[in-house]
C-alpha cells in the first residue's frame, strides 16, 4: 500500500475536520495495512472524535483503499 495514496483521501477528508476547527496528520502507513494518524486542534480533545477516527476517516480510507485493515490516533 502505498503512503502517498493514503494521503491523498486524508486530503480530501481533511477540510471537513478543518471546517470544526481540527486536522488530521498522517504519521504511518505500516506493511500490514495499519494507518496511524494525529488528530490535532479541536479533534484532539474532542469526545467525539473516536467516531471522527471510525467512520469518518477509517471508514474512507477503506472505502477507497482496501489493503487498509485499521485506523490508529497516536
Do not use: F, H, N, W
Not at 502507513?29 to 472524535?49: F, I, N
Not at 471510525?54 to 477507497?64: D, F, H, Q
Amino acid at each position: 500500500m502505498k503512503e502517498e495514496k493514503v494521503k491523498e483521501v486524508i486530503d480530501k477528508i481533511r477540510p471537513q475536520l478543518q471546517a470544526d476547527g481540527g486536522d488530521v496528520e498522517l504519521k504511518e502507513v505500516t506493511d500490514d495495512g495499519v494507518v496511524k494518524v494525529k488528530l490535532v486542534g479541536a479533534c484532539a480533545g474532542c469526545p467525539m472524535s473516536t467516531v471522527t477516527l471510525a467512520m469518518g476517516i477509517e471508514r474512507t480510507l477503506k472505502e477507497k483503499i482496501p489493503e487498509v485493515e485499521k485506523v490508529e490516533a497516536i
